[in-house]
């Protein structure tokens, strides 16, 4: 990353709805004692685009535009874009999130915290889809996002299926529990493990914003 020392998170989901931004937040949260942290949802679609404004709020300066992509109607990405006669460009994402954290300069301990759009392969473009976008965004920390909820252990079976297959496994996985949550919700993470599906850094119970575990895992990747 020319001209920048920041990390960069890249926060993937199961899918949308999962709680990619309430994890995304409480993240940049976090590391920001320790440096700048910028927070960044390079496309979204779906006005009034309350994702980037909401990381935005956190973030050292106001960064514009942000959303990158803002594609109105709430759907896919790739379909969102076709009504707006726009193609969302993998290359213009890189380009706009490296002028940000050019703006960061050298400050140590500086990282970048990036929000997808909807799942780790849903697609952006009829050429490229969330996961091709993380493969851009490397070097990088993947962070896959999936809820404490009923279902969570077949989504996971196929995510981590597919990334292997796909050769680029998430470096660490975190559930976070929508509430009102299920019967499931607290079993997961345990039956993932057990099952030998997925290992989970951290699970964030409803209305948790302790990520001091994902934190830690963060440190020691960087160590
Ligand atoms: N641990 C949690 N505690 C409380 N609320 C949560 C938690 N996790 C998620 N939520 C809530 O669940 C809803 C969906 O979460 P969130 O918006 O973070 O999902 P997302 O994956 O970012 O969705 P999108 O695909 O639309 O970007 C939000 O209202 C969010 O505040
Ligand atoms: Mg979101």
Not at 169 to 174: G, H, L, R, S
Not at 185 to 213: H, R, W
């Amino acid at each position: 990353m020319p001209g920048s020392k920041s990390r960069r998170l890249v926060v993937l989901g199961t899918g949308t709805g999962v709680g990619k931004t309430h994890v995304a937040r409480a993240v940049a949260r976090a590391l920001g004692q320790s440096g700048p942290v910028l927070a960044l949802k390079p496309v979204e679609t779906g006005a009034p685009h309350s994702d980037a404004r909401e990381l935005d709020a956190l973030n050292p300066f106001p960064v514009k535009p942000h959303p990158l992509y803002a594609l109105d109607p709430p759907i896919s990405p790739h379909l969102a874009a076709r009504q707006a006669s726009q193609i969302v460009e993998i290359a213009s994402i890189i380009q706009w999130i490296s002028a940000q954290e050019s703006l960061l300069g050298d400050a140590p301990e500086s990282w970048t915290v990036i929000e997808t759009a909807g799942g780790v392969l849903s697609p952006l473009s009829p050429a490229a889809r969330n996961f091709e976008l993380a493969l851009a965004l490397e070097p990088a920390e993947w962070l896959l996002v999936a809820p404490d909820a009923l279902g969570v252990l077949n989504q996971l079976s196929l995510a981590m299926t597919a990334l292997a297959k796909l050769g680029r496994k998430p470096d660490a996985v975190v559930l976070s529990s929508p509430p009102p949550g299920d019967a499931s919700t607290g079993t997961n993470a345990a039956e993932l493990s057990a099952l030998g599906i997925v290992d989970p850094v951290a699970c964030l119970k409803a209305g948790d914003q302790d990520v001091a575990e994902l934190i830690r895992w963060l440190r020691r990747r960087g160590s």
